[in-house]
């Protein structure tokens, strides 16, 4: 008989798990509600038009990674890979702009892109999603920027970088979609093949691009940060104002482009230190026409998703390597005290970080290095060795530094 598994890609969540996801959801139902956000749910499929009109026919969520069927009246449905057009379709449909704006709403759910899988990305994952649809006001971008930054910090994710950006509007966008087509034209020979022959489709993928001719070139591309309106600049400068006086940190990256074509003026992204390539925590932006895209009346709207994977990948990261310790041995009689002395810079350094104590021999200092768990055995005899404990590796650092150094590449990640 076929041995039955669950679909590739797909997560079975098992008791510990999932009550890790009951609580990040709570923290915030808490964050959120406190800043007025209310919790609202859309189903879990729709027309496929909400996704092709709402998150646009171009994007590599339409093109290639929607779980779209028919049902038994030959209609097309798509199980929704984001929230956000979901949303702003029952926001017209339920005449939401006849209540008090903005509406602030916000949801937690599972989401479907049929995606590669791979460590932090799966076919069906779970969002937390905030929006507040009905207002321009910059303090909703920041407010919302803020809220999600207390979540992190709450939820253990440890540090996080914020990327920051504004996309300007759809014409202003055009306008330098085109100069950038041109301004790459003009170079084409020192661009990679692959950027090359994207030019008509996505010139912006030529930011990211690793090839070294072409990154040569992008330092001298056109930004679209420089071509936004004058308005939309003071639109991102009063964000950039707010989040500065909440002590907020970010970076300006100009070539920040994000997978859907809704996004209007500003736009940004968390990233986690302790995840490897998906370190995308969750990003969010304006989405200014969207509403009306999707045939309401004109109503600006602000919002993010973020993925509670990845929230507990990165939580997870983090007490693994606070957990984690080194074990300093003492290999020669009077090496106590620089034992004692190395220890604490280590633990300055915030490793968990044990000595011998307890007068034992080389072989009994090693097997309580195990006992404890250590991952790295520092070594204090004629020198200074540091030993992997995972590969039994053992080299000779060659200063103190060195031994931080040595230490941290053993660490778990
Ligand atoms: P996006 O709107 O595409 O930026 O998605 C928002 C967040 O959802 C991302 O930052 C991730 O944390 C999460 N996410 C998106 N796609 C996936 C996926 N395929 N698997 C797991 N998490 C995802």
């Known amino acids: 008989m076929k041995k039955l598994q669950a679909p590739r890609g797909t997560l079975d969540v098992l008791p510990p798990d999932a009550r890790r996801r009951l609580e990040i959801v709570s923290i915030a139902d808490e964050v959120l509600g406190r800043a007025g956000y209310e919790p609202m749910e859309t189903p879990v499929f729709e027309d496929t038009e909400v996704f092709a009109r709402g998150v646009g026919e171009s994007t590599d969520i339409v093109q290639k990674e929607m779980f779209t069927f028919e049902d038994k009246a030959g209609r097309s449905l798509t199980l929704r890979p984001e929230q956000t057009a979901g949303i702003s379709r029952a926001y017209i449909e339920h005449g939401m702009h006849k209540l008090a704006q903005p509406v602030k709403v916000w949801s937690a759910g599972p989401f479907f892109r049929h995606e590669a899988p791979q460590a932090g990305r799966f076919r069906q994952f779970t969002q937390i999603d905030a929006e507040a649809i009905g207002s321009d006001d910059p303090s909703l971008d920041a407010e919302l920027i803020l809220l999600l930054a207390e979540i992190y910090e709450r939820a253990g994710t440890g540090a996080t970088r914020l990327r920051l950006s504004s996309l300007g509007t759809p014409e202003t966008r055009a306008g330098y979609l085109k100069e950038l087509t041109r301004f790459l034209r003009a170079r084409e020979d020192e661009l990679s093949d692959e950027v090359r022959s994207r030019l008509g489709r996505n010139p912006l993928r030529a930011f990211d691009a690793d090839h070294a001719g072409t990154q040569a070139v992008m ?23 707010l989040l500065d006086s909440a002590g907020i940190v970010y970076v300006i990256d100009p070539t920040l482009v994000r997978g859907l074509d809704y996004y209007t003026r500003t736009v940004f992204e968390f990233e986690s230190e302790r995840l490897g390539a998906q370190a995308a925590l969750g990003g969010g932006g304006r989405y200014d026409g969207l509403v009306e895209e999707l045939g309401g009346p004109p109503t600006p709207g602000v919002g993010w998703a973020a993925g509670i994977e990845r929230m507990l990948l990165a939580a997870e990261a983090g007490a693994a390597a606070s957990a984690a310790r080194v074990f300093v041995a003492i290999a020669r009689p009077d090496a106590a005290r620089d034992a004692f002395v190395l220890a604490r810079r280590l633990r300055e350094a915030g490793l968990r970080v044990e000595t011998e104590q307890a007068g034992r021999s080389m072989k009994g200092q090693l097997k309580q290095a195990e006992r404890i768990g250590a991952f790295a055995t520092v070594i204090l005899g004629d020198g200074i060795d540091v030993k992997d404990m995972q590969t039994g590796d053992q080299r000779e650092a060659a200063s103190i530094d060195d031994v931080l150094e040595m230490v941290q590449e053993a660490a778990p990640a």
């Open 219 to 241: 330092k001298e591309a056109p930004l679209l940060i420089d071509r936004i309106s004058a308005e939309d600049a003071e639109h991102f400068s009063d964000v950039r104002a």
